[in-house]
């Protein structure tokens, strides 16, 4: 699977949109692009995943570009809540096992 | 619905004596099961993956071990616990129907 690179840290106010990047420029064309976070002391949490669309649920969006080397997550109204480590990873759909988590972004989403 | 559960939620543990902990998933069948350790202030490692019933790979050489003596049960276990085994240790479960990870609530294992 295709390594990612994320910003240590990201720091955002509250009420504000939050945009966390990741560089997979590594990608491969049947790989895709998942986010999970994690909060402090608790297993992490799927947010969402795309190929090549842009993607949007209940928790965020996910803009992916054209050449598929970049990816961002927005959270378009942070709440101190989303405070977290924000795992970027890709995977090819459907292969066996293993899933790889770099070390993310700690979110700091402040008042 | 599906549902994860491991324990315990902590343990206190001495150098040198074993260590079982378990996963079980509820509502599904042939899940893929994973253990991650995520050491103090460290990003999550990927320990053990397994695809079935008594199939397991190992992503990392260590003290540990992992078994799958049943579709929906996941083992970790130790025969002598490190100091560097102190750790939070997560089990995951992925349906055979989507890639999404889910995860337990994890043990916070200190060895002293």
């Known amino acids: 699977d295709a390594k990612t690179t994320q910003p240590p840290s990201m720091d955002c106010a509250e009420g504000r949109a939050a945009n966390l990047p990741c560089n997979h420029s590594t990608i491969s064309g049947n790989e895709y692009v998942y986010w999970y976070r994690q909060i402090h002391s608790q297993g992490p949490q799927y947010i969402i995943h795309g190929l090549k669309n842009n993607e949007t649920n209940e928790m965020a969006s996910l803009i992916i570009t054209e050449d598929r080397k970049s990816s961002t997550l927005i959270l378009p109204h942070a709440t101190l809540r989303d405070t977290a480590v924000y795992y970027c990873i890709v995977r090819a759909r459907g292969s066996q096992g293993n899933l790889i988590f770099g070390k993310g972004t700690k979110l700091s989403v402040k008042p | 619905s599906q549902t994860i559960h491991q324990w315990p939620a902590t343990l206190v543990q001495p150098v040198g004596s074993p260590l079982s902990l378990e996963c079980t998933v509820e509502?599904?069948?042939?899940?893929?099961l994973y253990w991650y350790r995520q050491a103090a202030g460290r990003g999550l490692q990927l320990l053990f993956y397994s695809v079935g019933i008594g199939q397991i790979s190992s992503e990392v050489p260590q003290n540990l071990s992992a078994s799958r003596p049943q579709d929906r049960q996941f083992i970790l276990s130790s025969k002598k616990l490190l100091l560097s085994d102190s750790g939070f240790y997560l089990c995951a479960w992925m349906p055979a129907t989507n890639e999404k990870l889910f995860f337990g609530s994890g043990t916070q294992l200190s060895v002293l």
């Open positions: 509502g599904t069948s042939n899940p893929n």
